[in-house]
């Protein structure tokens, strides 16, 4: 079955640097991978969805790129701010043209002023 | 526009007893959908629903019931609840377009003894 994994270390980093956080998924590649952030005591909130044939997204701050042949997607957030600091969570379909979603576990990012 | 909405927030039960939990959405989304999120497993799938009078099973469906009779509206049931049951439960939708967004709610934290 599809599994994401994401680094279940908590990041740390200083305030202005850019966070990098790694999504791998298994077997089949999906169309498309979401990312989230959650609050403590929140339910998470979409923030980007790129799909196979975009190798990079940008919003703002935030950057979000692809790979199917390393099947891994990375999340970056340039020039941090202490309220960057969440579990940012990555989504895919479970499996191909389903609304059905797996989600990782989640990376913590502290952001330290 | 209130969005996801939970009830309860919060709930304890004994083993055994029974509950329902209400998800309600003011988006006009077709579909929905309960997680139930534990420390160190992430946000698993319980059941989905694509849309009004329909439900589908999703990765950990078992000891959980589900309907859903008005678009708006998506029930989780605990017929006999577990303490294996005791998590944060979360509900979500999405309009089913290409943006794939779904949208959470605040959760319920239930526990069971």
């Known amino acids: 079955s599809q599994k994401i994994e994401q680094n279940s270390e908590a990041l740390n980093i200083q305030e202005g640097k850019t966070a990098t956080l790694t999504c791998n998924y298994t077997n089949y590649s999906p169309a498309y991978l979401q990312w989230y952030r959650q609050d403590p005591g929140r339910g998470p909130v979409f923030l980007l969805l790129i799909r196979e044939n975009e190798k990079e997204k940008r919003k703002e701050r935030l950057k979000v790129t692809f790979d199917t042949t390393l099947k891994q997607s990375l999340f970056h957030i340039t020039a941090s701010q202490p309220a960057d600091s969440a579990t940012y969570l990555c989504a895919q379909p479970a499996t191909s043209g389903t609304y059905k979603y797996i989600f990782g576990t989640g990376t913590r990012l502290k952001v330290l002023a | 526009n209130a969005g996801v909405t939970q009830t309860p927030k919060f709930r304890v039960l004994k083993t055994g007893q029974s509950m329902t939990l209400l998800c309600a959405q003011d988006?006009?989304?077709?579909?929905m959908y309960w997680y139930r999120q534990d420390p160190g497993m992430g946000l698993r799938l319980i059941h989905y629903s694509v849309g009004e009078g329909t439900t589908a099973k999703g990765e950990v469906p078992d000891g959980y019931n589900v309907s859903r009779l008005k678009k708006q509206n998506f029930l989780l049931g605990l017929e006999s609840a577990a303490p294996s049951q005791t998590s944060v439960y979360f509900c979500a939708s999405s309009s089913g377009d290409t943006s794939y967004e779904q949208y959470f709610g605040p959760g319920t934290r239930l526990t069971v003894t």
């Open positions: 988006m006009n989304h077709e579909y």
